[in-house]
């Protein structure tokens, strides 16, 4: 029997890279995404895999995703990898993309990882493991931060909370934050070219980062090392200094 990994945002990006690299570790795999676009083009190169299309912020389909991947169940690790961003200003989001972004990265989440917990189990060899993609953004200590950065630090204290619950269950949580990974979309909403990105990693960098992140049973993920000692520093900052810092940026990117 082959241990299986269900990826909720495994049609593209990191999700996809991450699906990629557990089928050539000879993982049974699961993926969802919401665009046919996307799907159509998995299904040929990948007969094997489960591929399910989903829009995570329409209420009745995730439910019957919910139900139709409880058949399925358990499942050794599930991956919440489902994310929405743009090339955000913080004061330029419109009412629609502010309810879209809090729908896939924070609502579609918790329901997901409610769902999750109650459906990965250890077999084959393998411990019982949750995963979240959620981003150094996430990790700066400052109230004003977009509503993605502010999504995904939520994202970072919800998956600790579903830590320390599921403890006694012995199911891992493994909180990934990365710096900028240059994926197809990272590209797409930076004009084609994500090169400008401060310690822009590649996919094949962010997948094995995880990889070892969860060969070794740690409970997050933080990379690259200079983004993270960045928003180390930028977390020491005085506040009144990094308001008026953030104010200033926000001002000059309009
Ligand atoms: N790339 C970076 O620099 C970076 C840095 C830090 C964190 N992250 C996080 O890493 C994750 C992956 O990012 P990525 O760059 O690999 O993006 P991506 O290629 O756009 O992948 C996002 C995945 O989520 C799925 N998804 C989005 N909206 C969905 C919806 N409504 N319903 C179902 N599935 C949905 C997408 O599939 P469909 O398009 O088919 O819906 C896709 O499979 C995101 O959570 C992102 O916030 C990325």
Same mark, same amino acid.
């Given at each position: 029997?082959?241990?299986? /990994? &269900?990826?909720? @945002?495994g049609?593209?990006?990191? @999700?996809? =890279? !991450? $699906? ?5 570790? %000879? ?11 996307? /799907? ?11 591929? /399910?299309?989903? %829009?995570?912020c %329409?209420?009745i389909?995730?439910n ?11 499942y050794?690790? /599930?991956?919440?990898?489902?994310g ?6 913080r004061f330029?989001?419109? =009412?629609?993309?502010? !309810? ?13 990882f409610?769902?999750? =917990?109650?459906?990965?189990? $250890?077999?084959?060899?393998y411990?019982a ?9 996430? +990790?700066?200590?400052y ?6 950065a ?23 949580? !493994?909180?990934? =934050?990365?710096?900028y ?9 930076? @004009? ?7 310690? &822009?990693?590649?996919e ?8 070892? $992140?969860?060969?070794? @049973?740690? %409970? ?8 993270k ?6 977390? !020491?900052?005085?506040?009144?200094? +990094? ?12």
């Open positions: 029997m082959k241990p299986k /990994i &269900l990826i909720i @945002g049609t593209s990006g990191i @999700g996809l =890279a !991450l $699906a990629k690299a557990h089928e050539q570790q %000879d993982w049974q795999v699961s993926v969802v995404g919401s665009s046919s676009y996307k /799907i159509n083009v998995l299904r040929p190169l990948f007969p094997n895999w489960q591929i /399910i299309q989903c %829009d995570v %329409d209420s389909q995730l019957d995703l919910l139900e139709k991947l409880s058949e399925n169940a358990p050794q690790r /599930i991956i919440y990898a489902a929405w961003y743009l090339n955000e200003r330029d989001l419109n =009412a629609a993309d502010s !309810l879209k972004m809090l729908a896939v990265n924070l609502q579609a989440f918790q329901t997901c409610a769902w999750a =917990a109650r459906h990965v189990q $250890a077999a084959c060899g411990t493991t949750l995963v979240c993609l959620s981003s150094v953004a996430g +990790l700066v200590d109230p004003y931060t977009s509503v993605y502010q999504c995904k630090r939520a994202m970072w204290h919800t998956a600790a909370a579903y830590r320390s619950a599921l403890l006694p269950n012995k199911i891992n949580v !493994l909180c990934v =934050a990365s710096g990974v240059d994926t197809e979309t990272l590209r797409q909403i930076n @004009g084609g070219n994500a090169q400008h990105k401060p310690f &822009l990693i590649s094949t960098r962010a997948v094995n980062e995880i990889l070892a $992140a969860l060969n070794s @049973g740690r %409970d997050t993920a933080i990379f690259p090392k200079r983004m000692y960045f928003i180390q520093i930028v977390n !020491l900052l005085p506040k009144p200094y +990094l308001n008026w810092l953030m104010k200033k940026n926000d001002k000059e990117s309009r």
